[in-house]
């Protein structure tokens, strides 16, 4: 069965606090996916990776980095967390095989708090 | 560039009644087009997908979707609503190059017993 799981389902930090959040899938994926959903806005990208160490700028990558040292981990850093990333953050993967027409696989999201 | 409007942030049904959520796209080529489900406190689950071939997708849980070229439009439909249908549905858009999907602000879907 598939599966792409987030390190943390719910997460509160403080403004300015460095905050990682891990992505993991195990279904042997090349591209992997971090959006933000916010409501009204639907869900953005802002950074996506297509291999180990390989990664682009999605929508609005302002104030995210990533790092991919494997290719089934995908992590998105928020290098000093401020209120308006107060969100809900979404990992996704995809095979590489079949382009953009191979499925997303979504991970259950971390509801991230910044106070 | 590709783009997707959904038309109705929140939509209700009575349970039993049909289901439309409206998904209209921008797309510069072929478009491939999806179909997704979140429910509460979940990630997105994959309904159908049109990529090529015939035009009336079916997915899972009743649902199915019509690719009309002439109208750009990707709705998506079930005949009879159930409770547990409630959920937020997004549309996607993909070209048929690059990486990214376009995602819909999404529609609310409530089923009123």
């Known amino acids: 069965d598939v599966k792409v799981t987030q390190s943390s389902r719910y997460l509160v930090k403080r403004t300015g606090e460095k905050v990682f959040l891990e992505c993991v899938q195990d279904?042997?994926?090349?591209?992997m996916f971090w959006y933000r959903q916010d409501p009204g806005l639907g869900l953005r990208l802002i950074y996506f990776?297509?291999?180990?160490?390989?990664?682009e700028k999605g929508d609005i990558p302002e104030g995210y980095s990533v790092s991919r040292e494997k290719k089934e981990r995908f992590s998105l850093i928020l290098e000093s967390a401020s209120t308006n990333q107060t969100s809900m953050y979404l990992c996704?993967?995809?095979?590489?095989?079949?382009?953009?027409?191979?499925?997303?696989?979504f991970g259950p999201g971390t509801r991230l708090t910044v106070l | 560039a590709q783009s997707v409007t959904q038309l109705g942030s929140h939509v209700s049904v009575s349970e039993g009644a049909l289901v439309l959520l409206r998904c209209n796209y921008s797309s510069s080529v072929p478009p491939y087009l999806f179909w997704y489900v979140q429910y509460p406190n979940q990630g997105l689950q994959l309904l159908l997908k049109?990529?090529?071939?015939?035009?009336l997708v079916k997915g899972i849980n009743g649902f199915e979707a019509e690719f009309k070229k002439s109208e750009t439009s990707f709705h998506l439909t079930k005949p009879s609503a159930h409770m547990s249908d409630a959920a937020e549905y997004f549309c996607a858009v993909s070209g048929n190059t690059g990486n990214q999907f376009y995602f819909g602000t999404g529609t609310s879907l409530t089923v009123i017993p």
């Open positions: 996704a993967s995809r095979a590489g095989l079949a382009g953009v027409r191979d499925t997303q696989y």
């Open positions: 990776s297509y291999d180990v160490k390989m990664k």
């Open positions: 279904m042997d994926h090349e591209n």
């Open positions: 049109y990529t090529t071939g015939a035009t």
